[in-house]
């Protein structure tokens, strides 16, 4: 049954009662094919887009073996699955992802630029009445918004990974966003079991700014020899009952994403403190990048996190 949300008003349409019955969702790495999933286990129509047939490929798998594991441990059954796999359609078309959605939520990398074409095109190809949402941890949604004409209709909306297994939602607002839209995200959200926060569109929003720095810091003092890796994130662990320490997090992340992250917000502060730690460059340069990669802090090549030699 689909999820019912608030009444959304846009300038140029009255006022309407919103049901959510078909989801777009842009970009099929783990972060999208994540939302994805949990859309599709909400019980709406899913469609994931994706420009590469591979990456399309490999997000598929990924919600299906999610599934199988829940399945082996008699935390879902075969009926489930079978039930979400039917919400869930793939496409390598972005017009056929976005017809007839009700809501758009973008999750591509972390790069301005693909981001504003995105959105341009979303404009032209999603309903008019679609709400748009990126899923950026950092960038401004501002400036996103502003790629097209009708930033009342987009908005932030960070997801944090694995999508299924993380209870927040980040909604991020712009001063030109409708009120309205914040309602359906919060309510969107709500519907797909997260906890939501509402936060400004300042550089970094809350979790991401208060995050890297953490992982930034856990960085140098591995470089500097303080402690290992696996002793630093029990310290956060034991010590600040974090559930998982900044090294092991910023390895799930991607340190790609975390380097990129903190080069946004140094630039957005004029201030080099937030700079990424060579170490955190060095990493990323030789494409060790995290769990992702096999390689990054920790050895994951075993499928388990291991100490690196």
């Not at 598929?60 to 008699?74: H, Q, T, V």
């Amino acid at each position: 049954m689909a999820a019912r949300v608030s009444t959304a008003y846009f300038p140029a349409d009255p006022p309407t009662l919103v049901t959510i019955r078909k989801v777009a969702i842009i970009g099929a790495g783990t972060m999208g094919s994540g939302i994805a999933q949990v859309c599709a286990q909400t019980g709406w129509e899913t469609s994931l887009f994706d420009a590469f047939p591979e990456s399309l490929e490999r997000g598929m798998g990924n919600i299906g073996d999610f599934w199988d594991r829940g399945i082996s441990k008699g935390k879902t059954t075969l009926r489930q699955k079978e039930e979400w796999s039917a919400n869930l359609i793939a496409t390598s078309e972005m017009s056929e992802a976005v017809r007839d959605s009700d809501i758009v939520i973008e999750a591509v990398p972390e790069k301005m630029d693909l981001k504003r074409s995105i959105f341009e095109e979303l404009e032209d190809l999603a309903p008019q009445n679609a709400i748009l949402a990126t899923n950026t941890s950092g960038l401004p949604i501002s400036e996103i918004a502003a790629n097209t004409g009708c930033p009342e209709r987009v908005i932030g909306m960070h997801f944090f990974n694995p999508v299924p297994l993380m209870q927040l939602l980040e909604i991020v607002r712009h001063d030109e966003v409708d009120e309205h839209t914040l309602s359906i995200a919060k309510e969107v959200g709500e519907a797909m079991g997260k906890t939501t926060i509402l936060v400004r569109d300042v550089p970094g929003f809350a979790t991401s700014r208060l995050g890297v720095v953490l992982g930034n810091e856990a960085i140098r003092m591995l470089a500097e020899g303080v402690a290992s890796a696996s002793d630093i994130d029990t310290a956060m662990r034991l010590g600040y009952r974090h559930p998982m320490g900044p090294l092991e997090l910023s390895d799930l992340i991607g340190l790609d994403v975390r380097r990129d992250i903190l080069n946004s917000l140094a630039e957005a502060f004029e201030d080099d403190s937030y700079r990424p730690h060579p170490l955190l460059e060095e990493l990323v340069d030789s494409g060790n990048l995290g769990k992702k990669t096999g390689m990054g802090i920790y050895n994951w090549t075993s499928g388990e996190k291991e100490e690196r030699n």
